[in-house]
């Protein structure tokens, strides 16, 4: 089976993956890819209003061969000002 | 290397001489398995119950899909099945992780000891509470801790259990736990557990070299883990001459 490596950066921190995981082909390595984002994004408790995680697929070789991006974008509707919790 | 169900069970009860002899008679004749096999299987009726004496074992389920679900892990002293015989047949499996020393107790010798000798019952006892506790610790942890204090509370844990049983220094021990088997522990994937050790690791908490993990400094690590020993019901230290010894090798 071929080996992927999935390379996560949330803008925090990046993770490049050293150890890499054998999937049975690219469609398998895309799936897995995406099903990590939510596992992630879990953890992330953005501060502010934008908030982008990444996975990047790698091959054995090193070249990227994938990408899967998942945002948070948070905005308030009124102007903001009432009901603001306090600091 | 003294006899890790003799220290684990001294959390559990006041053994005396003639409790220590009969547990050691019990665990006299052993079993080498190697790493990686079940040492039983859901649906399996065990006649004998099983201890780990030294290595790593896990209890898994296996879900229809595939999917496997590591619901605990067996470090020296421990018994595999102690209650089977009274449950009938397994509801899980048993796998090890490392080779390990195993060694099979009759069921009626457990009868024996337990109508016999009664310091022993009660530790036997308070060994199926902790691991009920064990395992209550593991389902906080997943349905209330993030990723990273999940981990080191695993590791806090781990370095807990082991040092009852003389098998980890203050600060390290012999850690064979796949990143997979970790995914399957803690229900995070595996990219996800690869994340996290390294976040552990920048942030000083963990040193792993090979299978030999490092805790630094233990205090900061359970406090960033928010973790509290109570549900491990050790009695560490209370007792004189205890020979808890420092056993681990690092670097073997």
Request: some cysteine; overall charge negative.
């Amino acid at each position: 089976m071929p080996l992927f490596y999935f390379d996560i950066d949330d803008g925090e921190r990046f993770t490049r993956d050293e150890q890499g995981l054998d999937c049975p082909h690219r469609e398998a390595a895309r799936d897995y890819a995406i099903g990590v984002l939510p596992d992630l994004a879990r953890e992330a408790m953005p501060d502010g209003d934008r908030h982008k995680i990444v996975v990047t697929v790698r091959e054995e070789s090193g070249r990227p061969v994938f990408r899967a991006v998942l945002s948070i974008d948070a905005e308030w509707l009124d102007d903001g000002r009432q009901d603001r919790r306090p600091d | 290397m003294s006899n890790p169900l003799i220290l684990k069970l001294q959390h559990g009860a006041d053994l005396t001489d003639e409790d220590r002899a009969m547990l050691e008679s019990i665990t006299a004749r052993t079993r080498e398995v190697g790493p990686r096999e079940d040492l039983i299987r859901e649906g399996d009726k065990p006649e004998h119950v099983r201890l780990v004496l030294e290595g790593f074992a896990f209890r898994y389920k296996m879900l229809p899909d595939g999917q496997r679900q590591i619901t605990g892990y067996l470090v020296p002293g421990d018994f595999c099945d102690l209650h089977v015989w009274i449950l009938g047949e397994m509801d899980h499996s048993i796998g090890t992780l490392t080779r390990c020393t195993i060694v099979e107790v009759p069921g009626e010798t457990i009868n024996e000891l337990t109508a016999r000798y009664p310091r022993i019952a009660r530790a036997l006892w308070w060994a199926t509470l902790v691991e009920d506790a064990v395992t209550r610790e593991a389902l906080v942890g997943m349905g209330q801790r993030p990723a990273d204090r999940q981990l080191a509370h695993f590791l806090c844990e781990l370095l807990l259990r082991l040092q009852a049983v003389g098998r980890a220094s203050e600060t390290s021990y012999e850690f064979p736990v796949t990143q997979e088997d970790l995914g399957d522990t803690l229900g995070l994937s595996t990219v996800h557990v690869n994340r996290t050790l390294q976040k552990l690791r920048d942030d000083g908490l963990i040193t792993l070299r090979g299978k030999a993990l490092t805790i630094p400094d233990p205090d900061a690590l359970k406090r960033f883990a928010g973790f509290n020993p109570n549900y491990l019901h050790l009695r560490r230290g209370e007792k004189k001459g205890d020979p808890r010894g420092n056993v681990f090798r690092s670097g073997a």
